[in-house]
DNA sequence: AATACGGGGAC
DNA sequence: GTCCCAGTATT
């Protein structure tokens, strides 16, 4: 185990004429390599929540269309107050963690209902909001209404980590507790808005994760990790997660011209979006599956079927699962459908929201098998 | 303090 | 393949 030097010498106070220089290099910086981005075109609180929403988790060139259309569909937290959910899903569908679509929606109703349709400018008040935290809080209020409020996310936590060289867990409630001070005591009196944008515009394109451009910082040389050596072998920012191998069926339970179509439960993962009946399956290859399909598709949906041929197979990752998901062709036999389920003609399957998975089955059975064949 | 929540970009 | 991303809510 690598011996660090005393956490206490990170706890100091930052000395004033270091934070004026930091900020002024910083600013100057910014002036010169700020992004054009969608959501910097204007300070309207609405548009500066929406996109930090987007932005949860989710890297900026993924968010610019989804945020350009999304601003078209709902100018306004009225018309987003105003929207079906099932429509503010089908503009999320593809950026994942769709528990932000369905807080965002929610939040914008308990704006209008309690704050007259004025997206609150304090960090408390916005705390009160559905899947608005402390970073997000603090980013509306710094960035849109340019009053002071700390920020703290994955690029400002790298960079302040390495500015003090922080020899703790970054990622540690110390650690966090501590980062949070520092934002709050860089953060100058005025300006804050550009200074917050800045800050992170500098994580994002030079104090990168990897191979940062320290030749090329501003803050090269008030930078204490780069003074010690130590910019590359901090503590990282981010916990690794492990995967665990998963295998799952989705089966195309076909009556006539339709397909059997449910609604993923606000308790389970995709609440809210379609897909096709799915589960996990125990049984091995296609020719073992087909009692077992049989009996799950009719558990999940309420529908006897004659499971056939498989139609495809799809890898993919989701959370900490890396799914091996078969496709099964089947036709209807009998029984009437629960709940959350319907028949859906192919062609309206894009009116839907689905998870990724059920949209790249739902593209494939455009085709014929013929076709799919020669797709690969 | 740990875990759940998605999907894709970059290397 | 791995790592990472303008986090939040729940347990």
Not at 156 to 173: D, F, H, K, Q, V
Not at 229 to 252: C, H, I, M, Q, S
Not at 311 to 316: D, S, V
Request: net charge positive; aromatic share 8%; proline share 6%.
């Amino acid at each position: 185990m690598t011996r660090r030097s005393a956490p206490s010498a990170n706890e100091d106070p930052l000395d004033a004429e270091w934070k004026r220089s930091f900020r002024r290099r910083l600013l100057a910086w910014y002036a010169k390599h700020a992004r054009d981005l969608p959501w910097r075109r204007s300070r309207d609180p609405y548009r500066v929540w929406v996109s930090e929403v987007m932005l949860q988790q989710t890297q900026v060139e993924t968010v610019r269309p989804y945020f350009e259309r999304f601003m078209a569909a709902f100018p306004n937290v009225a018309a987003l107050a105003e929207a079906d959910e099932q429509a503010v899903l089908r503009l999320w569908e593809g950026l994942g963690y769709y528990r932000r679509a369905r807080s965002l929606h929610a939040a914008a109703k308990q704006v209008v209902a309690d704050h007259a349709g004025q997206i609150p400018g304090d960090v408390a008040t916005l705390l009160t909001l559905a899947g608005v935290g402390r970073y997000t809080a603090g980013a509306i209020v710094s960035i849109a209404y340019d009053r002071p409020a700390p920020i703290l996310e994955a690029n400002t936590i790298r960079l302040l980590t390495r500015l003090i060289a922080y020899n703790g867990e970054p990622t540690s409630t110390a650690g966090q507790k501590r980062l949070w001070a520092v934002a709050e005591e860089l953060l100058p009196a005025k300006g804050c808005s550009t200074f917050n944008q800045a800050l992170m515009e500098l994580g994002a394109l030079v104090c990168t994760p990897a191979a940062p451009r320290c030749e090329t910082c501003p803050a090269e040389t008030l930078c204490r990790a780069r003074a010690e050596g130590t910019v590359e072998r901090l503590a990282p920012t981010t916990k690794k997660l492990k995967f665990t191998d998963a295998r799952e069926a989705a089966v195309v339970v076909r009556k006539g011209a339709m397909v059997l179509l449910r609604q993923c439960g606000p308790d389970e993962r995709w609440a809210g979006l379609w897909d096709f009946p799915r589960f996990a399956i125990d049984a091995e290859g296609p020719l073992f599956a087909k009692d077992e399909l049989r009996d799950k598709v009719r558990g999940q949906t309420g529908v006897a079927c004659d499971p056939g041929a498989l139609i495809t197979t799809i890898k993919h990752g989701v959370t900490r699962f890396r799914i091996t998901l078969e496709c099964y062709e089947a036709t209807y036999k009998s029984g009437r459908l629960n709940g959350a389920t319907k028949w859906v003609r192919p062609a309206d399957l894009t009116e839907l929201p689905l998870s990724a998975t059920g949209r790249k089955l739902a593209k494939l059975l455009q085709f014929t098998t013929k076709e799919r064949r020669n797709k690969g």
